[in-house]
């Protein structure tokens, strides 16, 4: 549907009437149980208030943030309903599998539903996420928004809990005694989806800049002691991002926020965005090692982001009255690519990663744009309308089929825009302008979400700089373009050139253990994405090994005469330059073996940014802090060895 502003403006007053609504139906009452979550499943008693005759309950499928229909009914089990104590008969709906059906008897207004869930990822022995989803089961006939819900929590004895959920009873708080169940503030099934809770033996909850209101705090739990008592350096950095955050978005949609966050090699990694919360998931050093603090250094500022664009501004095609309702992605590279840019931009500003690594990993991101070959036939706003069948996957051919490339090709569009405001004004407005109307717009408010069209954006746009945006996008997003938009990096001062040196950032990813490819990047040169051990992951479509006849899950075994290793397709690459032999390369194809001559003759060519002497440095304007920060006020901690906090 398509909302003008005017309509807009109503669904604000909507969505209230229908808060007062929800205060006065009877809400179903779901208590969580984690108290298994080592062992790997999870609990949920339900009591949902009914009525006599057909009735039909459902558990999420389409997962907001997910955009795909991830809904993890295969792994609920132990699906049992029971009525004035005796069991009822359900029946699972023909064509859609998260629907279970039952007749409910005269004189029943209260139905208890039990389910158990196979959790498998994002759990480990000391450890627990709840995504709702897992847990929870309501009427299928009504807007999500207008069913409310009373949730509780067990967890293991010893176990802190955060979540962006208002404990109202169980106490004490952070940390229940043990075998408590803690009550909360009551909700919309909405909300709750929205309201994830981590839970955990190694538990500490940071409050974060202390001078910013509403409050924000960062929940971490671990699978060792130490890990998750985080840095003082770290707690500033993440301090300058709620500051910064806030100066640029110029508006809060949440009571308070927690950043919710794992250190686990075991629970898997994760970024998924909420309204008052974000569950974020690194590996166990994550934010410890250098290497792997840099590439996780835009994951807390861009789950941060999605709290204003995403969960408060959300296109109108992705939000849905229910979790059943497919979510449209046509406009997912604002969604995802407009907080794409802002993730990276603010983990410069707040020192997350400095100017200079913002710079190289841009490189590297809009070389990859220009290197992948499936731009010749589809545009970008196609990856966004297929991005629930893009993500995950064979890497094979990647780079031909291309993935959900609406994140990075977003992320230039953006830049391109920023500085396209920034050259057209002199440098005295900025897309800051325009974030402080199209996100700020409103208010203050709670978790809210009012839906926008494409047009508002470019009305938006134009009350910052007059120009035909709507061109703009449509140039760059709904149209075939087999060039990358490099627009904005060389208007920001900079060019995207090819070396024989990897900048310093790839440099140390180069070491980084648990790296997708790890090995050799040889992408620009001889178009390969190539393991350790010489198995090959893509070949570049139309590229020097893909003419070769090189293909995706062949295994190199010997170059030039020499068994492979990372450093021996190193000096081959290096050599080719002087020689004018092809590199020989014996390979293995499933049970043969197979030879193939690489006519390359470029040596070893690297992404970076160059500096183009004379012309403004807006990247470097874009990633200086908006907030200049002598905040020193002492901090209270509350940890997993506390029984209360002040
Ligand atoms: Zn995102």
Redesign the pocket.
Known sequence: MRLSYFRMAASFCGILLTASALAQQTPIEVTANLADAPRKLYHSDSEIPVTAGPLTLITPQWIP?NHRPTGPVSDIVGVVFTANGKPLPWRRDNVNMYEFHLDIPPGVTMLHAHLDCIVTTRVSHKLAVLEWERLMIYPADKPVRDIPIQPSLIVPAGWGVGTALTPISGGPWPVPAAGSTTKFAATSVEQLEDSPVISGQYFHEFPLAPDITPKHYIDVVSDFPDDSNLSPQLLDKISNLVREASAAYASHHYHEYHFLLTLSDVAGGE?L?HGQSSDNGVGENGFSDRAQELTNADLLS??FT?SWN?KYRRPSELYQPDFATPQWGRLLWV??GM??YL?NVLAARSGLKTQAQYRDLLAMSAASLEYRPGRDWRDTEDTAVAASVLRGGNPAWFNYRRGQDY?QEGELVWLDADTLIRQKTNNQKSLTDFLHIFLGKGGNTGPLIVPYTFEELCADLNQVLPYDWAKFFHDRIYTIDPQADFDGIERGGYKVVFTDQPNPSARMFTHMEGRRYGGVDCWYSIGLRIGRDGQIADVLWNGPADKAGISPGEKIIAINGRIFSPDVLKDAIHDSKTSTEPIHVILQADDYVVHADIDYHGGERYPSLQRVEGTPDYLDDITTPLVKTDDTKPLTFRHSDESSFN
């Open positions: 943030g970024g965005e861009h789950e999605h995403g969604y995802e907080t794409q993730g994140y």
